[in-house]
């Protein structure tokens, strides 16, 4: 079985309301669905960061559970493999900035490899 890697441009697709894109290198929103493509294991092209408002979302990281609850911050790099199991009355904002757009803006982000390996290890 073969992993599936969601990109901006597959995001964008999927027809997201209430997104702010820039071509395929940056998503804003504050409108989250979760579609099919998160029920399974999966792996985002980007930087994903979520700010939880309110309710509460189960997620699995790198085989790890995790419960963001209101007032919650995670970052997703990525390598890692991400599923989300339930979500109950979730809004958050959430921002997504494409690799590609990473490296054309020169950022490598795993210079900065203690906080690298510390958002690898501690997402939340």
């Known amino acids: 079985m073969q992993l599936n890697t969601i990109s901006i441009a597959k995001f964008k ?12 290198d940056l998503i804003i929103t504050n409108h989250i669905e ?12 980007g930087i994903t960061i979520l700010v939880c408002l309110d309710g509460e979302i189960d997620i699995s990281m790198n085989l790890k559970e995790y419960k963001i609850k209101e007032n919650c911050i995670i970052v997703n790099v990525p390598e890692n493999i991400i ?17 590609a757009y990473l ?16 958002l690898k290890e501690q997402p939340l």
């Open 103 to 118: 490296k054309e803006m020169q950022i490598d982000i795993k210079q900065k490899l203690d906080s690298y390996m510390n």
């Open 83 to 99: 599923q989300i199991e339930r979500a109950t009355n979730f809004e958050a904002y959430a921002m997504v900035i494409s690799s």
């Open 13 to 24: 697709q999927e027809g997201l309301k209430a997104a702010t894109c820039f071509n395929d």
């Open 34 to 45: 979760f579609a099919e493509q998160f029920k399974y294991p999966c792996r985002i092209d």
